[in-house]
């Protein structure tokens, strides 16, 4: 993972979400402009968005902090951490200015960048610590943790985001 793939994402995903805004608005892409959450469906979103706060963002967070000294897990959890910070306020900025069905796009976008970007640090981390001290392993298993999470995050956005905004 380096500068050069981040930045590259994060400018097309921005383009792309920019695209999406404005051909939605102009009911170019046949999408609405609302979520239309069932009652059961708007609940299970608050609880998935107050895990996601627990597990997506502080575990990584104390990770960044913990691990700091260590350039291979800063490098890993730095740039999951910029990437997921550029996304909320990407989220934020462009669900007000176009549409909230843009949640989902944006949600779809990050969230498969962000699965490949944790599947490539386990990659990373096996190769460059192989020793399996304590703290590689709780590296390896938090990363397990967030792949296992943004996997199933990925596909609630596919099963029951998508079919609410189409």
Do not use: C
Request: net charge positive; charged share 10%; no cysteine.
């Amino acid at each position: 993972m380096t500068w050069k793939t981040i930045l590259s994402f994060i400018v097309s995903a921005t383009i792309l979400t920019l695209l999406s805004g404005w051909l939605t608005v102009a009911n170019l892409l046949p999408i609405q402009a609302t979520i239309d959450y069932s009652e059961a469906e708007r609940t299970f979103v608050q609880i998935w968005l107050q895990v996601a706060i627990v597990i997506g963002l502080l575990l990584p967070g104390v990770a960044f902090l913990v691990w700091i000294r260590h350039p291979n897990l800063r490098t890993i959890f730095g740039f999951y951490l910029l990437v997921l910070a550029i996304q909320i306020v990407s989220e934020q900025i462009f669900s007000s200015v176009f549409s909230s069905s843009l949640l989902v796009i944006i949600g779809t976008i990050y969230t498969t960048f962000r699965v490949w970007q944790l599947w490539q640090s386990q990659h990373l981390l096996r190769m460059s610590a192989p020793s399996g001290k304590v703290g590689d392993r709780l590296a390896h298993g938090l990363l397990w943790i967030l792949l296992l999470f943004w996997s199933a995050n990925l596909i609630f956005l596919l099963v029951i985001g998508w079919l609410r905004i189409l």
